[in-house]
């Protein structure tokens, strides 16, 4: 037996990984994994070459838990080590230069690759371990096991010791403060989060199987059972598989399997699959989301070599598709030391890039591959969509391929399309496209229709972006304006070069005017007259397009010098100089018979807006039903 001390002057330098390096003790065990996946990998390799002469078969991974002992233990049948390897890769490696890593990243822990250069995975097992063990021996046939103990100081054990089968067992004895880890629902618990898709199947305990009855079986006879393994994992997920094997069930299947709590399914997917200048490799799906902002839920899953590390993935893929899900898997992702935080680096960039270019090349070849599909399903995607047009420049250049403008009638546009049609009839007299919108059919109703008699296209633009989106589109387009059907009346959103008739002189309508604002006396309301059709509404409200504009905009995130508290209620009442209303109210001597028929006016156009509410609806109603006596 040989005993020794591992080279460095801390005194003891495991409180400090257990301080410093892990900001979650339960990782320890997947650190454990990922080195039995290793020595298992590595000596599928060495036979894959010749220099291993030995039968790799199927090698399985198996956690054990012995309550009674207080031990956890991870075995695997992988490539195993001699005692020189042990003293090498455990005593010496792992802490070579340890000194100077406590002083570069006991503050932050932050900075990437320190598990590949110091060997600290296998040393987060003493973050709930008093002692461990690890009895390992080496494939080559003349190497004797050995037995390795450490208590967590210095100090260690190194001895010969009976191992008939290659590979490497790490006995963990469980610590008085982490008895946690001796639950059987706990370690299922870990495995199924963080090794659910490890790329060698994990054995822990067994479960009973029935087989097949025989072939004319008596009616009542029942199946055998046999004990097999428990194998937890799925060691051949979808992203590992090659698109052209894979069938859209096996999509489906795949989805369901990464979020049981999933009932519907994906409106589509997209398979990533790169090996330059980065290794990446990944499925996003599409869920139906509606106009849902909340990325809280089911969020995309980044796995190292099929190992799971974080569900906060910004940075590598753009904010835009922070509303997807599905898994993305690179072992070229630069994380901090513990595997839970993504670090600022060149190739994040690249790999950002390349999703954003994946996303805009599928939504090309889904629209040009079923127009009519692709727009039953625009009302689900759009918020993506859209997001990555004010976001991504790059995705916004590619976009006029794919964005799709629908109109209150249903009809799904491309920008190209919509200028075409819109065009003849939407340009005003200073030559400029105007893009008539609304974002809510039912309140804006009345306002539609008149724009449709006049044979103007009106968008449904509802999500909650579209004030950012128009606001790009108008700064990046050439001569084209965007009106909410509901700014102003039909005839000023889009001006032409018509002659006005004009009922009243100058004079009348100043008095008109005069006595409207006596009345309502209220500075949230600019009255402003204009000469209609003798037929249209004497009162219109609306909402002036920069101050609305500006409110919704507010309303997600943006807003300016009003974005850090409430933005004004402002309305213009458009009075038509020219209806009846207007003539007959100009006739009333009696203040109190005039006052009546303005504020009854002026709440129906209220009313029209959705902006009668409380006493004043209440005041209107009763109002309505003593007219009729």
């Not at 990984?17 to 000596?43: G, V, W």
């Not at 659910?196 to 199946?223: C, D, S």
């Not at 990533?272 to 200048?277: A, G, H, I, K, S």
């Not at 009809?411 to 893009?435: F, S």
């Amino acid at each position: 037996m040989a005993t020794g001390s591992i080279n460095v002057s801390v005194e003891n330098i495991f409180p400090l990984i257990k301080k410093f390096l892990y900001s979650d003790h339960e990782i320890f065990l997947r650190e454990l994994i990922s080195n039995a996946t290793d020595a298992t990998t590595k000596l599928k390799h060495l036979t894959t070459i010749g220099e291993a002469k030995v039968e790799y078969g199927n090698p399985i991974i198996e956690v054990k838990i012995d309550k009674d002992a207080k031990t956890l233990t991870i075995k695997d049948q992988g490539i195993g080590m001699t005692g020189e390897e042990v003293e090498k890769y455990i005593n010496q490696v792992a802490f070579s230069g340890a000194e100077e890593f406590l002083e570069k990243y006991k503050d932050s822990a932050k900075d990437a690759g320190i598990i590949g250069h110091f060997g600290l995975g296998f040393y987060s097992a003493f973050m709930v371990a008093e002692k461990v063990e690890i009895l390992t021996k080496s494939y080559k046939d003349d190497e004797k096991a050995v037995r390795w103990i450490c208590d967590g100081s210095p100090e260690y054990t190194l001895e010969d010791a009976e191992k008939s089968e290659r590979g490497t067992e790490i006995i963990l004895h469980i610590a008085e403060d982490s008895t946690e880890f001796l639950e059987e629902f706990k370690i299922r618990e870990l495995l199924t989060k963080y090794n659910k898709f490890n790329q060698i199947p994990i054995k822990f305990g067994t479960k009973k199987e029935q087989l097949p009855l025989p072939e004319g079986a008596a009616e009542g006879t029942k199946p055998d059972e046999v004990e097999i393994d428990n194998i937890i994992n799925n060691p051949n997920p979808a992203w590992t598989i090659a698109p052209s094997d894979l069938t859209k069930e096996d999509y489906i299947k795949f989805y369901h399997e990464l979020y049981p709590m999933q009932f519907e399914e994906p409106l589509f997917h997209i398979h990533l699959n790169v090996d330059y200048p980065f290794n990446l490799t990944g499925i996003l799906f599409f869920p139906k989301l509606g106009n849902n902002l909340n990325i809280e839920k089911d969020k995309i899953q980044l796995y190292q070599n099929q190992v799971f590390v974080t569900d906060e993935v910004k940075g590598i893929v753009p904010d835009f598709l922070m509303l997807l899900r599905g898994v993305i898997d690179s072992p070229d992702i630069p994380l901090n030391v513990s595997r839970s935080y993504l670090q600022a680096d060149g190739s994040v960039k690249k790999i950002s890039s390349y999703i954003t270019k994946k996303v805009a090349d599928k939504m090309v070849s889904l629209i040009n591959e079923n127009r009519e599909d692709y727009n039953q399903k625009w009302n689900d995607i759009k918020i993506v969509i859209e997001y990555g047009m004010i976001s991504e420049d790059k995705f916004y250049e590619k976009s006029d391929k794919f964005a799709l403008y629908p109109t209150t009638d249903n009809n799904y546009y491309l920008w190209n399309e919509l200028i075409e049609k819109i065009k003849p009839t939407q340009t005003d007299k200073d030559g400029k496209t105007v893009i008539l919108y609304a974002n809510n059919a039912d309140e804006q109703h009345s306002y539609i229709e008149s724009a449709k008699e006049k044979g103007y296209e009106v968008l449904l633009l509802d999500s909650p972006i579209v004030p950012h989106l128009i606001q790009k589109l108008e700064s990046s387009k050439e001569n084209v304006s965007f009106a909410r059907v509901d700014a102003d009346h039909i005839n000023n959103l889009i001006k032409k070069d018509e002659p006005k008739i004009s009922k009243l002189n100058d004079s009348d309508k100043e008095t008109l005017k005069k006595k409207i604002e006596e009345s309502i006396n209220d500075t949230k309301f600019t009255v402003q007259l204009e000469d209609l059709d003798s037929t249209d509404a004497p009162f219109t409200l609306t909402q002036p397009e920069f101050f609305r504009r500006m409110k919704d905009m507010q309303a997600t995130g943006g807003g300016g010098m009003f974005a850090m508290g409430g933005f004004p209620e402002m309305y213009n009442l458009v009075v038509n100089s020219n209806s009846n209303f207007a003539e007959e109210l100009l006739k009333k001597d009696n203040v109190e018979e005039k006052n009546v028929m303005i504020n009854q006016a002026l709440d129906l156009a209220k009313l029209s807006q959705n902006l009668l509410k409380g006493k004043e609806l209440t005041d209107f109603i009763k109002r309505s039903f003593e007219s009729l006596k």
